[in-house]
């Protein structure tokens, strides 16, 4: 049975994945293995039998266990897991000596308690039955809430207001070779500098900032970044039009102040009895630690305003994968795994005892974005890479596989208690390529931080593309999340025993301008609970909150949630 070998591919990897030379060679002893399943699957466990004379016949679909040197058989799981090792090991050329000295030099994982609400936790790993159905909301934390709109105008500075205040200044890079690149890389920061140097700098409205005579040549460079470095411990100071409206913090610029994360993220915690807190953050921070500018001029959404040309750039733009280590993540990204420390910290001085959710973009999905720049414009980009430019798309896959698991394997030191990916533009690939390309990084993740983290929930979305939930439930994931278009009459069946099931429920049920009442939505979210049924299950949406959402309604929903399921719970005991 093919899809038995999962099983092996598992204990392989929880045996080889101590080292990047052992991850190598198990990924060969996978690809081979798949090569010789497809003659195996017809045959009996009984033709591989020590006693077993003759030819195999088309009958049994049993996993046999490993036999071990005569011809004995393993007797259990554990002496099954042992002989297993012993004959790879054998196979590599390695010494059991050698293999102990390895094992020592393994790096650990932790991850932190579990809370006291513990139930979301234990709804997604699937041990156990639970109490009632858990439930928290993509998008909980943000722009359908009164109170996060308060905060922003309680803290808002205008974009050229930042400029003025030092701690936005300080974070210029002392590096000579790259400090033009950052200054035009991180302009939100930077162009205060930029403009005291002599380059000129524009805001015409609309467009964003604008550097209308950039460096024409490298000549340019050691004159302007000797000047650069002479002038940083200065305070530069810009004076704009006093005319210019306030707007506040934007999303983006909120992410850069730990402080406003904390407040965003704790916020709906405070509003609604949701069973689980997300980190308030978003999926391009990874773009922007490869050196990838991201920008949100409003009105726009987020942008990348100069993407990837060609592939050329992958090899001279992107850092390499033996550079995505944890001290590059702490450096590059260290602000979120600060924001995630502070949020610990604010729950407990709250009382708020639920889990917090550390998430990323998945691979394509960042690819997507830095090779088009918007989600918006350019989408037929991401197919047009993958069929034209095969091998640099896997390079940078590669590359954001690795610095993805590094990422979230981050937050969870820092103390999030479950992980949530995104494939979020999902729906720009065909199923062809989604397979291909998309599928082998997604399972690369899972296997990988579920080896590290056995207990910690780790949930997938791959919004657009659910037709690959039942192929994702194999990877190792815990939960798959459905969007608004997966048929709920068959999602079970597709899931399993293997996953929990997530999301679906229409957020649009949810906005009073759609004629939605206390009622309608007491009796969508019932419905919902029927269809789905109240264990392996976490509520939540089929895409994200809008903002034209009513709390009161938001409120209702998870009320409902907790109420009914807890009924059909009772019941069926």
């Excluded at 060969?28 to 016949?57: K, Q, W």
């Excluded at 993220?265 to 949701?274: A, D, F, L, S």
């Excluded at 993805?404 to 394997?409: C, N, Q, V």
Aim: hydrophobic letters at 40%.
């Amino acid at each position: 049975d093919e899809s038995k070998c999962v099983h092996t591919f598992d204990r392989w990897d929880r045996l080889f994945m101590d080292s990047e030379e052992r991850y190598h060679k198990t990924m060969m002893f996978r690809d081979l293995t798949l090569e010789i399943v497809h003659y195996c699957t017809s045959l009996t466990v009984e033709a591989f039998a020590p006693n077993t004379v003759g030819g195999a016949t088309k009958s049994s679909s049993l996993f046999a266990t490993t036999t071990g040197p005569g011809g004995k058989a393993a007797a259990s799981y554990d002496e099954d897991l042992e002989l297993t090792r012993q004959i790879i090991i054998s196979s590599m050329g390695v010494s059991e000596d050698d293999a102990e000295e390895d094992d020592t030099t393994t790096d650990t994982y932790t991850n932190p308690a579990p809370p006291a609400n513990d139930l979301m936790i234990r709804a997604a790993l699937g041990r156990e039955p639970v109490e009632r159905t858990p439930v928290w909301l993509f998008r909980q934390a943000g722009r359908h809430l009164p109170e996060y709109h308060a905060h922003k105008e309680k803290t808002g500075r205008s974009f050229l207001d930042m400029l003025a205040y030092p701690e936005d200044v300080e974070n210029v890079p002392y590096n000579p070779a790259g400090a033009i690149q950052s200054m035009l890389q991180f302009s939100f920061r930077i162009l205060v500098i930029a403009e005291a140097l002599g380059i000129e700098v524009t805001m015409p409205g609309g467009v964003g900032i604008l550097i209308p005579s950039p460096l024409k040549g490298l000549e340019e460079v050691d004159y302007t970044a000797s000047l650069l470095l002479m002038k940083l411990h200065r305070p530069v100071w810009l004076e704009y039009h006093a005319h210019k409206e306030k707007t506040g913090r934007s999303f983006l610029d909120m992410l850069a102040y730990p402080e406003d994360v904390v407040e965003c993220t704790i916020q709906p915690c405070r509003c609604y009895p949701i069973d689980a807190a997300i980190l308030f953050s978003d999926i391009l921070v990874i773009a922007e630690a490869l050196g990838i500018e991201v920008t949100m001029p409003g009105g726009v959404g987020i942008l990348i305003p100069n993407p990837l040309k060609g592939p050329e750039e992958v090899d001279y733009s992107i850092p390499t994968i033996n550079e995505i280590t944890p001290s590059f993540i702490e450096e590059k990204i260290g602000t979120v795994l600060d924001s995630v420390k502070l949020i610990r910290e604010k729950m407990v001085e709250e009382s708020i005892s639920i889990p917090l959710i550390g998430f990323s973009g998945a691979p394509f999905t960042l690819m997507f974005y830095m090779i088009g720049g918007s989600s918006r414009k350019n989408l037929e980009s991401g197919m047009t890479w993958l069929n034209e430019y095969p091998e640099q798309s896997k390079k940078l896959l590669d590359v954001l596989t690795k610095i993805i698991i590094e990422y979230m394997s981050a937050q969870v030191e820092s103390g999030a208690h479950m992980l949530q990916l995104f494939e979020a533009m999902g729906m720009m690939l065909e199923e062809k390529e989604f397979d291909e390309f998309a599928l082998p990084c997604l399972e690369k993740i899972a296997i990988e931080l579920k080896n590290r983290y056995p207990d910690v929930p780790l949930m997938v979305f791959s919004r657009g593309a659910c037709y690959a939930n039942e192929k994702l439930s194999h990877m190792g994931f815990d939960v798959v999340t459905m969007d608004g278009d997966v048929d709920r009459s068959t999602a079970r069946e597709i899931a399993g025993d293997r996953v929990g099931l997530q999301g679906n429920y229409d957020p649009r049920e949810l906005i009073e301008e759609n004629d939605k009442t206390p009622e309608t939505v007491r009796e969508s979210a019932k419905k919902y609970l029927d269809d789905f049924g109240p264990q392996r299950l976490i509520a939540n949406l089929g895409e994200g909150l809008g903002g034209k959402e009513s709390p009161e309604l938001v409120k209702v929903f998870i009320d409902t949630i907790h109420e009914y399921s807890e009924e059909l719970i009772q019941k069926s005991d």
